[in-house]
């Protein structure tokens, strides 16, 4: 299989590249505000172990100087590369290796479709870092969440898949790089496989799943149906060695996918 070493300064054509190859990837999400330092060490020792493809940094809260602070110890402990998934303007980061430049288009609110964004652009314009256009789509997981509440819009219910893909065509027809659907921070069901399915069969974009992920079989199922990037969150906080188990999920399918070539 191979093998993207030394390509982090191009996120988005390792993304292309692998998606034409069928190689699904896994991306860790760390929130400096919820994690103390002891925690993070754990998480990039696993992270470096068991083949993690990125690290996604952010939250609805984070503060400067404790994103600096994970940046440099991913910087000093691993060459997994970091990508920031902002919840504010504030969360920009130039250590990163790249920055995912959402447009939150499950919801109505101006602020978070084109606003924030062109607040920062300047400042991303000035800087060195990979900015990605990324379509963000929220999923109704069960459960209130921050992006939810900070953005104050609703997300796509869970069983109105037909909106879900058209809002994900109309984002494929805007020019986005790249499709994101969250569930959201502690969701209580993840994306479903048939809704990944169905979008990931009229889009082209490389897209990315997270949210409510709690065990391999789910991880081995959103794979299954088309995700191409897996983010997992909130369960390794609680328990670091779960990146095994996903890690694993994403393995098998990509072990099937390449006999399949």
């Known amino acids: 299989m191979p093998t993207f070493v030394g390509m982090q300064k191009n996120i988005l054509n390792q ?3 692998k998606k034409s190859l069928g190689i699904r990837s896994l991306a860790v999400l760390i929130d400096p505000d919820h994690q103390k330092i002891r925690n993070i060490d754990e998480i990039i020792s696993e992270a470096n172990a068991h083949a ?6 952010g939250g609805s809260l984070v503060l400067q ?10 910087r000093e402990q691993s060459n997994i590369p970091s990508i920031i998934f902002p919840g504010s303007g504030f969360q920009i980061n130039i250590q990163a290796d790249a920055l995912l430049f959402l447009s939150l288009v499950s919801g109505r609110n101006p602020e978070f479709l084109i606003g924030k964004q062109v607040e920062v ?13 990324t379509a963000y789509l929220l ?5 209130s969440n921050t992006a939810s509440y900070i953005s104050q819009t609703l997300p796509i219910p869970y069983d109105k898949i037909e909106i879900a893909v058209a809002t ?5 027809f805007l020019g986005f790089q790249l499709l994101f659907m969250d569930a959201g921070s502690g969701a209580r069901r993840n994306v479903s496989a048939e809704l990944i399915n169905k979008v990931s069969e009229v889009c082209d974009q490389p ?3 997270g949210g409510g992920i709690k065990n391999g079989e789910q991880a081995y199922n959103m794979l299954k149906a088309g995700a191409d990037v897996l983010v997992i969150g909130n369960a390794i906080e609680e328990n670091p060695l779960l ?6 999920a994403v393995k098998q399918i990509n072990a099937l996918d390449l006999r399949r070539v």
Not at 139 to 143: A, T
């Open 15 to 17: 993304l292309l590249k």
């Open 52 to 57: 993690v493809d990125y690290f996604f940094l």
């Open 65 to 74: 100087d404790r994103m600096d602070e994970v940046l440099k110890l991913i």
């Open 121 to 133: 652009a300047p400042k991303l314009y000035s800087s060195k870092i990979e900015v990605i256009s």
């Open 139 to 143: 999923i109704d997981g069960g459960s």
């Open 168 to 172: 994900a065509l109309a984002s494929q």
């Open 207 to 209: 897209l990315i799943v």
């Open 243 to 248: 990146i095994r188990e996903i890690s694993a």
